[in-house]
């Protein structure tokens, strides 16, 4: 069964996607989600210097929800999809990639020749933008005036359930050119700390960053699915019971999830293979019977968001998943997030365009379907 919908986020003036929602240790939830002007065209987070990370609270299981406020706090625009890891301790860390933007064209006394290797001028992300195999309609030109180079992955801990939140360091990413990670980090059964990120500016390969000190201290990536044909990016990983993780990964070539497992707590990882689910980017839940659950949504016709089962850890897959959100009549959706309610439901919630041209943050509640027949798996 699957509730009404609910408004989360919605401004008539601003472009509110991609959220990703975590339970913190105290029981409270916190919902951190990207925010950009609203333009003539869809610009999402790589194209837009002026996307922030917002982020809203709930102590009720998101029966009710704070007022939006920016996080970690004022300043921190260009940023990428930001990721949440609620530590056993009660803080709870922010993993947040920001890009540097340069204006185009240049100021007075601004140097047309600057000194970053990963420089991609307006043209070229205006090219980007009109190649887009998501954009509804046709690109203005034009429209993008800005230059973008680099940028940094911070990361960010907070010790009073994400209101404030102390800076803890920029990791080092090389051999990589950056670190993007939508769904945080993960705990290993010998209690290292891993945090899986994809490579922007490129967007195709996913290592990860390994904690032993919760958080403080992170070494050199390990790379995780890396291949010429393939484009990996927006990790979503889950401990399994016998210890093993499972890591699902969006492919952008195939357009399609692949899975990769690791038995030695992430060091060495199984050669990706498709998931079997439909749908990206994936958010995966254990649920309080044992079972797996992953959100995804599918761009295509019928657009919906779905909640998919797995009665064997991830090995197989209900061949009906549950419809959280159907017949969406946009391209303009996806990223869906959730948490498991004290009752065993599940509190989903996504993004999607509205019939004003509006994007905002939804959510329904969704009662996880009874146990399936294995014929229901495959």
């Known amino acids: 069964m699957v509730g009404p919908e609910r408004v989360l986020l919605r401004d008539p003036h601003r472009y509110i996607a991609h959220p990703h929602l975590a339970c913190l240790t105290d029981g409270s939830w916190l ?7 609203r333009r003539a065209v869809t610009l999402h987070p790589p194209l837009d210097p002026e996307f922030i990370t917002i982020g809203i609270w709930s102590d009720d299981e998101g029966e009710t929800w704070s007022d939006p406020a920016p996080v970690p706090g004022y300043g921190a625009t260009g940023t990428e999809c930001s990721g949440l890891t609620a530590l056993p301790d009660g803080g709870v860390l922010l993993n947040q990639w920001r890009f540097r933007w340069y204006a185009e064209p240049p100021a007075a006394g601004f140097s047309s020749d600057l000194d970053d290797p990963q420089l991609t001028s307006a043209a070229e992300l205006q090219h980007q933008l009109e190649s887009s195999l998501d954009l509804d309609g046709a690109a203005p030109s034009g429209i993008i005036t800005w230059a973008r180079g680099g940028g940094a992955m911070s990361l960010w801990r907070s010790e009073s359930g994400g209101v404030r939140w102390d800076h803890i360091g920029d990791p080092i990413l090389l051999p990589f050119d950056g670190g993007y990670g939508l769904r945080g980090a993960v705990f290993a059964a010998n209690g290292d ?7 922007p500016p490129h967007y195709r390969s996913v290592f990860l960053i390994r904690s032993h000190d919760g958080g403080l201290n992170w070494g050199a990536p390990e790379t995780v699915a ?3 044909c393939c484009e990996f990016e927006e ?29 030695d707590h992430g060091v060495t990882w199984t050669t990706f293979g498709p998931a079997r689910v439909a749908g990206f980017p994936a958010h995966l839940l254990p649920l309080t019977d044992g079972r797996l659950a992953v959100l995804t949504a599918v761009r295509d016709e019928p657009r919906a968001i779905l909640l998919t089962v797995s009665a064997d850890e991830g090995e197989t897959w209900s061949k009906s998943p549950t419809v959280v959100a159907g017949d969406l009549d946009t391209h303009d959706l996806g990223y869906p997030t959730g948490a498991v309610a004290g009752d065993g439901s599940i509190f989903a919630a996504y993004y999607r365009r509205d019939a004003l041209g509006v994007t905002g943050v939804y959510a ?12 229901d798996h495959g």
């Not at 093993?244 to 070539?253: A, D, G, K, S």
């Open 226 to 228: 890396q291949a010429p």
């Open 193 to 199: 700390l891993l945090l899986p990120l994809t490579d």
């Open 31 to 37: 919902l951190v989600a990207t925010c950009g002007p």
């Open 364 to 375: 329904r509640r969704v009662q996880v379907p009874p146990r399936m027949n294995e014929d």
């Open 235 to 263: 990790p979503s990983t889950v401990l399994l019971r016998d210890g093993t993780l499972l890591m699902l990964l969006r492919e952008n070539v195939g357009r399609q999830l692949h899975a990769v497992k690791s038995s």
